[in-house]
């Protein structure tokens, strides 16, 4: 197969679909790679890296999309790539297309096989190829936030671990995924007292096991939430219900009961944001202030470790391109759990959760593929 991999042109996006450890592997299976020119140099890989793997160089992103059988990216297509695909094209990248319609309506029209990696699973349930961002992402939060506390910055003019005799910051995470573990154990390594909200009561038996107990942990309840954030300094939204809109778990009336200057960080954005008052920024202008209250709201925070998020992507996502990459998507039949991942085919939405969020038909996949 040849596979594709085009430039990252979301704004501040500096990772790449394939690295070039990833490159030889598809290679040495005898697929043929094609790498847009300067795709890799965000990340720390320059073009002879690439070359040296084995990839050919294009020079623009329509030259990778006209030759290209699969397209492997990092972050979902702009207006101008979606434009580029066609039917029986494969698509392997993040999607997060439930709250954005814009972009559903493209990649139906396109006809193209759309696989996200946020909802590809595995055996446990789980999301292989979201949890690696994830945990950059829980990390990178951490340090947003303590760097949104400080004055100059817009915060409360806090010191995220404070001093002996001077307390440290509260943090409140809802979710205790894999998100909001990370971001938890981050903050109790910076010194901050963390408090995380969690419905599964295995998972709120596994933070405490694993931290010591340092971590105080509460069932997630309306009541709960609204008796903590007044006490927050920070707050870190962390829930994720796969593929679909994330729920508004903070409303803009609990603003004006939090403490001025104290810092909400929005990781779920990229599904709508679980504030209700989140929008979406840029690492260029990252934060706004609503009713005294810091949102620090980056829809690709991964996006600031372009090299550790790049490697750690493609560590996931291999095994699954390469599946790809040899069966086509009679990969899909051979891999329920890579059956998961495809959201659009032959024009049709084939993931519930999207089309409930937008109101719309879905179809089943394989129903769709019998079509022809």
């Known amino acids: 197969m040849h596979v594709g991999v085009p430039k990252e042109i979301k704004k501040n996006e500096h990772r790449v679909g394939l690295t070039p450890t990833a490159v030889r592997e598809y290679t040495a299976h005898g697929h043929r790679v094609t790498i847009q020119t300067g795709a890799g140099l965000g990340a720390g890989f320059a073009d002879e890296d690439f070359k040296r793997a084995g990839a050919d160089i294009a020079a623009t992103a329509a030259d990778v999309f006209a030759q290209a059988d699969m397209i492997v990216k990092v972050k979902e297509p702009q207006k101008v790539e979606w434009e580029m695909l066609r039917e029986d094209q494969i698509l392997f990248t993040y999607l997060h297309l439930a709250p954005d319609p814009e972009q559903t309506r493209g990649l139906i029209a396109s006809k193209c096989a759309a696989i996200a990696y946020e909802t590809v699973t595995d055996a446990r349930g789980g999301l292989p190829l979201l949890a690696p961002m994830s945990e950059v992402a829980g990390r990178i939060a951490v340090f947003s936030a303590a760097e949104t506390l400080l004055k100059h910055n817009g915060g409360m003019g806090l010191l995220f671990s404070g001093v002996p005799g001077v307390a440290p910051a509260r943090v409140l995470v809802l979710g205790g995924g894999v998100v909001g573990m990370n971001a938890a154990r981050m903050a109790v390594g910076l010194g901050a007292e963390v408090v995380v909200m969690e419905r599964s009561i295995p998972r709120m038996a596994h933070v405490d096991e694993v931290t010591g107990g340092r971590i105080v942990t509460r069932y997630s309840s309306i009541g709960a939430i609204e008796e903590e954030l007044v006490k927050a300094d920070v707050i870190i939204g962390a829930v994720l219900v796969p593929g679909a809109e994330a729920p508004k778990l903070i409303k803009r009336e609990h603003l004006k009961q939090m403490k001025p200057g104290s810092v909400l960080v929005d990781v779920a954005i990229d599904q709508g944001g679980c504030f209700e008052t ?95």
């Open 278 to 372: 989140s929008k979406a920024t840029t690492h260029e202008d990252p934060t706004f202030v609503v009713d005294g209250v810091v949102h620090y709201c980056v829809a690709n925070m991964p996006g600031a470790a372009p090299r550790t998020s790049s490697e750690a992507l493609n560590n996931a996502t291999l095994p699954f391109g390469l599946a790809l990459a040899n069966h086509g998507l009679e990969a899909l039949k051979q891999n329920p759990h890579l059956a998961r991942g495809l959201n659009v085919l032959k024009g049709e939405l084939t993931y519930p959760a999207v089309a409930e969020a937008m109101d719309l038909s879905w179809s089943d996949p394989f129903g769709v593929w019998a079509k022809g």
